[in-house]
């Protein structure tokens, strides 16, 4: 586990919300974490994805307690909705998923009750912002944070892609309705 921290690279990063614009791309971040830092929490950046093969290939040690954390989180995650999703469309199982992590498998299950995908896709996202909270510890100039802080420019990003699907699904609703009500006039 490292214990170097980063005063600095920590303290010129911007606040973070999710729902709100990044202030910069994911990979401008981790092309700044190589420069900034030390080679061993630099190695880490790897599993620093939201990946669902990652991290379900990735069961051994990282090294780092955050980073093995995150992927047991995920794993759980990812898992628990491969077996809901296979026991629902009434297929072979991939086998007993993992309950490691009640939080995680727990919000697994509720987003697949959900009608809307977007919505039970945010509502997982959200869950993994808070997590990643969570998981930093109290040690705020720690390599945690900044592992976190790119995970969540990836949430952000996401969440922007969500938004641009979702503005042209209702752009394309509004012109539809206006060439309609055009057509029925005419």
Request: glycine share 4%; proline share 5%; charged share 25%.
């Amino acid at each position: 586990m490292s214990s170097r921290n980063y005063y600095y690279f920590v303290a010129s990063l911007q606040s973070l919300n999710y729902g709100d614009k990044p202030p910069v791309s994911s990979e401008e971040f981790r092309e700044q974490c190589n420069s900034v830092l030390h080679p061993d929490d630099a190695a880490l950046l790897k599993y620093c994805y939201y990946d669902a093969k990652l991290v379900v290939e990735t069961v051994q040690t990282t090294g780092s307690a955050f980073i093995d954390l995150l992927m047991l989180r995920e794993r759980v995650l990812v898992l628990n909705l491969a077996f809901i999703r296979a026991a629902k469309l009434k297929r072979p199982s991939p086998g007993d998923p993992p309950h490691d992590v009640p939080r995680a498998e727990a919000r697994g299950k509720t987003a697949f009750e959900m009608d809307d995908p977007l919505e039970a896709t945010i509502y997982i996202d959200e869950g993994r912002w808070g997590a990643l909270d969570d998981m930093v510890g109290l040690n705020l100039f720690g390599v945690n944070n900044i592992y976190a802080y790119l995970l969540k420019l990836q949430l952000m990003e996401r969440r922007q892609r969500f938004e641009a699907i979702q503005g042209a699904a209702n752009y394309k609703e509004l012109y539809d309705s206006i060439l309609n009500e055009y057509n029925s006039k005419v």
